[in-house]
């Protein structure tokens, strides 16, 4: 059992849609983050929380839309989104220490019609 | 954002043979090292974090090499379920007062033979 839960495990949307993918984590940790895995690929870094606050964009469209409401949750919300945009998209949590992993959530499976 | 090398596979195993995966790094100054699987349709879970002194739990054994940017990991007696895709993950480093995402090798896949 993971302890970041993500929410919902699968969707589906249209291309005109808006939606949210959640995360959350009772582990105390100070960092989260949004990760892409595409089919046969390795996890991609899209954002990084640190102490509730947006520290790395990696270049993602503005279509994608991150929040970190409080130490404990994650959010992505989605709008416009294209259909190269179905993925497996993962939620992450880490202490902000040297040396720690980071701590994985089971992901939502996105599928963009 | 620098590279994470590693053999694709895959890697096909007899039961309890001994497998090897090795992977590179190309930056200098990350600092934290971790061998993480992933199972079909599922998120990576943490195997075992790498150190330069050598770790080992169980069957597996991870070794990091700093000059040489090399990092193995070794499973002895291996077993069917050991059957995955085997990430080589590097943290690169840790900004003042933040932190950074990982960043993936390709990954091995694993597949152990009855």
């Known amino acids: 059992d993971t302890e970041v839960t993500q929410t919902p495990k699968h969707l589906v949307m249209g291309m005109t849609n808006k939606k949210s993918l959640k995360c959350e984590q009772h582990?105390?940790?100070?960092?989260m983050y949004w990760y892409k895995q595409k089919a046969k690929k390795p996890p991609e870094l899209m954002f990084v929380y640190s102490y509730e606050k947006l520290s790395i964009n990696e270049s993602v469209p503005s279509r994608f839309s991150p929040e970190c409401p409080n130490s404990s949750l994650l959010n992505l919300h989605l709008h416009a989104l294209q259909p190269e945009d179905s993925a497996l998209y993962l939620c992450?949590?880490?202490?902000?220490?040297?040396?720690?992993?980071?701590?994985f959530g089971d992901g939502t499976r996105l599928s963009i019609l | 954002r620098k590279e994470v090398e590693q053999d694709p596979g895959p890697f096909n195993v007899p039961e309890g043979a001994t497998v090897a995966f090795n992977c590179t790094y190309s930056n200098s100054a990350s600092q934290s090292f971790f061998w993480y699987r992933q199972d079909c349709r599922k998120e990576p879970k943490l195997l075992m974090s790498?150190?330069?002194s050598g770790n080992e739990d169980g069957r597996f054994t991870a070794q990091l090499n700093r000059a040489s940017q090399y990092i193995s990991l070794l499973i002895r007696d291996s077993k069917l379920s050991d059957s995955a895709t085997y990430l080589c993950?590097?943290?690169?480093?840790?900004?003042?007062?933040?932190?950074?995402?990982?960043?993936f090798g390709k990954g091995t896949h694993l597949i152990i033979q009855p």
């Open positions: 790498v150190y330069s």
């Open positions: 993950v590097v943290n690169p480093s840790l900004p003042r007062g933040g932190a950074d995402g990982l960043t």
């Open positions: 992450a949590s880490s202490q902000i220490v040297h040396n720690q992993p980071q701590h």
């Open positions: 582990m105390g940790h100070r960092a």
